[in-house]
């Protein structure tokens, strides 16, 4: 604990991380688009690594990265960031004053979209309307008695902007990309490996998605 706080406090911003977790790329982008230079620590290239990571479960990380500092105090992991950031309440004024002011980029904005699209119901679906596994997945979820949001990205005017922060969260290939509960789940394989093993549906019904 002593370690995660000394390290906590070195900075404004301090993000723990894995140099492997997606997640963990999508929140430094955002800061880096917001024109923060957070400190990084990549916690599978510190030696003390798993005890650190330990420690912040203890502190109430249900999932230890990313784990945000601003200001020495704990902010949250990916969902409370993007919820803050979209709330308009992300950055606090004593962190603001040191962070220079930058126009909003087409990728920021397209992040921002997605994030909130995700976040709109149960079960989100980004596809092509031209893409056969985007529509083996939709049926998918039809048959399953879930009726999720559909964005066709060759449809929407920001699609090729929204494609580009989809590839940066980790989707690869970027459609279809399915989110559960606000939190992106992936692609076609972890759809399926998720149904085949019996775990996607207790993972919609949390969501609340289902109910039987």
Known sequence: MEAIMRVASKKGVVIFSKSSC???????????E????????????????????????????NTPVPSVFINGEFVGSTNEVMSLHLGGSL???????CIPQSPQGTFRIAMDKVMKLAS???VVIFSKSTCCMSH????LFYDLGVSPAIYELDEESRGREMEKALQRLGCNPTVPAVFIGGKLVSSTNTIMSLHLSGALIPMLKEAGAIWL
């Open 22 to 32: 997606c997640m963990c790329y999508a929140v430094k982008i955002l800061f880096h």
């Open 136 to 139: 083996a997945i939709k049926s």
């Open 34 to 61: 917001l024109g923060v230079n957070p400190l990084i620590h990549e916690l599978d290239q510190d030696p003390e690594g798993r005890e650190m990571e330990k420690a912040l479960m203890r502190m109430g990380c």
């Open 91 to 97: 950055l606090p004024s004593p962190l603001q004053i």
């Open 120 to 122: 709109q119901k149960a």
